[in-house]
């Protein structure tokens, strides 16, 4: 009896695995620890400046990281720290988490962004050029950038052919402002309607420059897109979160060229994709040319997307709440930079995708 | 005719032979002839042939008692005659269905057989008065004594008992149920002694079997042994008596274990297995165990594997159910430590501590084996140097329990 529940036992994994090899995939790489743990590929130790920075007389702080590459084909990593009161602190690394160079400035910002004309790295208000020679490390232009006064906690950005726009949405209405590259104010705020009488909320913004390489065959030939990613909340009963995926052409903003809104013309032509159920926003909705990247409702399990909301595969990478953790994804979605804010560590782990 | 196992056998069964012997009805009786009585010589079972002395003095004194008592005692010389022509040996006469084939042909109203042993000087005696006409038994007296002077007043206090007994029977009842002539009790477990009732010792189990002294158990009953041997946790069986002559297989008792080693693997940890051992305070009752199980991360991508070593003393224990159930709930608490380290190279050693809140597991539990699954609640302490656990719980699956383990036990 026992010998022959031990064999069971001692089968049983094997043979579920020549039936649903994810599953078994998923069951073996489960774990109490972070995903990222056993993802990550280099890490450096950020206790000494950040600790140094925050000093001892701050009420709260709190942490962003991102991944932002140029024109150029120059990726780099940021990380941002906050404190309240006081201003913060961009730190900007290379791909292997060489820290290049720091710049602390006295306001709050959550501007990111490759600037419009020159390709240069804009965090905060920081712009950070290239130096010389591409190994060069990078040189913070000292002179406060863009000068607006203005935190864009709220905004996507992005740039596109000399001119800076900020999108955000306020119930079923997304708002753009232009700038152009000094970013002076260029015309009076534009939109669309996301989805009329309901409440959206822009969670997450994809800026796709490289449009010949990654065609939106959607969108067509030679657009750049724009990839809008809305959540909304179902009036189930059950809170669950959902999310839609736009597809807009850079050029048309500030004001996309929908004639009902983004999701009722959006999904008889497939620029909307259908309801993205299981979707928490704890986190922001990443993308990358892999897939789009959303939190599931599976807490520290996220998932991988396809712009018509498909979904690819599942992937843990931390239970931590989302005040311990900040992270974001490269563009290419080889590997995603995670900020632990319990041990002061900054992680380069590896997607899998 | 000696009988191996039939030592000291019948102590508790006083009781239980009284009460059979309620098919002598407790009922008053005007009769004033004396009754005709076969009085069977006394028989020896005995293992051994140290004391057949007693034979013929219980035997005397039974005769006299009776005769003093007004009994009509049948001579030897009628009855003999008939138990040589129906061929049964004297030893046989101690047993209901002998002496009553030789009692009424004899004329006899009443037979009363009697039989005793003696083992480590300890004497067990059994007196019977049976109807001879309708073969049923009226009364009976157990007795137990140290072998010395005091044997004497046993015997005379046996028949001193016995004898308001059959004074009271009235017109005999009628036998509603047989008895069970014999049982003998089979076990794997040698030497293990059989106690019948709350203190009557009744034998050891000896070449794998233990014959039951003849005690009248009526057809159908029930009755409770209870089974002990040095190092194994006591049991209680009730057997059915369905037969007239029965063979009973006992189950076996759980040795106790002083100790277990377990192998495990957990939800969450699967790329790894856990070793432990169990430290009974109590024999398969509470326990101290030491735990180290360890597990590998990776998630079988682009991935450098992370290695975890979670060390932990538990105290823990069963509820609700002995040794002996085959379902068990084990809880057990604790604290442990979880060391980190990574196969990438400049990383620091982790070390997170944490209380193992509760565990609870639901066990099969077989004679060797432990077969249970448990569900684990750990709560990281956020303490030391370099951890990775912030204060907080644990949990492989984000939220709920820490993890679910399947495990194996072997006791020792």
Known sequence: MVKRLLQILILLPFLLCLSTCDLITALFSMSPFPGYLAQTVATTDMKAPVTEFLGDDYIHWESDVYVLRNPGGREAVFLVVRRDP?????????????????????????????????????????????GPLPEDPLVVDSTPYPGLGMDFWDRQTFAYSGRNYA???????????????????????????????????????GYEPDFSTYEDPILGAGITPVYLFVFGWDDSGWD?????????????????????????????????????????????????????????????????????????????????????TSFDFDINGEYYYLFNENNLRLYKAATGF | MKYRGTTLIAVT????????????????????????????????LSTTEDNPEYQQIISDQLHEELKIAGFDIIPREKWDAIRKQQGIRPAQLYRADSALKVAEPAGAELAIVSFYSIEDRQLVLEIKCYDAVQGALVAGVFKTARVNLSVYNVIAGAVSELIPEIRLIGPPPRI???????IALVSEDEDMAIYLGEEGYIGRISGGKLLLPPIPFALGSEITVEKRKEDYHPGVETLKL?????????????????????????????????????????????YLAAEHYFYVQHNFSDSKPVFHHDLRILFGGYLFSGPHATLR??????????????????????????????????????????????????????????????????????EGPSTITFGVARKW
């Open chain 2, 176 to 182: 509603e149920s047989p008895v069970v002539e014999r």
């Open chain 2, 329 to 398: 709930l084990n809880v057990s608490t604790g604290f442990g430590m979880i060391v980190t380290y990574f196969w990438l190279k400049g990383q620091p050693v982790y070390g997170d501590y944490y209380w193992d809140v509760v565990n609870s597991s639901f066990e099969v539990n077989f004679r060797r084996f432990i077969l249970y699954i448990r569900s684990e609640q750990k709560y990281a302490l956020g303490i030391g140097s370099d951890h990775i656990f912030e204060r907080g719980w644990i949990s492989a699956f984000g």
């Open chain 1, 86 to 130: 006081g201003g913060q602190t961009v730190y900007a690394f290379d791909t292997s988490l060489n820290l290049e160079i720091s710049q602390k400035v006295d306001n709050h910002n959550r501007l990111h962004l490759i600037e419009a004309t020159t390709g240069d790295f804009v965090v905060g208000d920081v712009r950070f050029s290239e």
């Open chain 2, 242 to 286: 369905k037969e007239p002559e029965m063979l009973i297989k006992l189950k076996p008792l759980r040795k106790k274990a002083h100790t277990a080693t377990e192998l495990n693997w957990s939800i969450g940890q699967l790329l790894g297995f856990g070793l432990a051992q169990r430290f009974y305070l109590k024999p398969d009752s509470s």
């Open chain 1, 240 to 324: 669950e979160g959902f999310l839609y995926i736009i597809r807009t052409a850079a050029g048309e903003y500030p004001n996309p060229s929908y004639s009902i809104d983004l999701v009722a013309d959006g999904l008889p032509t497939g620029k909307c994709s259908p309801k993205i159920r299981n979707v928490e926003d704890r986190y922001p909705v990443f993308y990358t040319r892999k897939g789009v990247v959303a939190s599931t409702r599976t807490r520290g399990t996220f998932q991988l997307l396809q712009l018509d909301g498909q979904r690819i595969k599942n992937f843990y990478i931390t239970s931590d709440d989302d005040d311990e």
């Open chain 2, 13 to 44: 069964c006083g009781l239980l032979f009284l009460s059979a012997a309620m098919l002598g009805a407790q009922v008053k009786n005007d009769r004033t002839k004396p009754y005709k009585t076969c009085v069977f010589p006394t028989v020896d």
């Open chain 1, 167 to 205: 999108v955000w949405s306020s119930f079923d209405w997304l708002y753009c402002d232009e700038y152009n590259d000094s970013w002076v104010w260029l015309s009076p705020t534009g939109g669309a309607s996301i989805d009329q009488g309901e409440e959206r909320r822009l969670v997450g913004l």
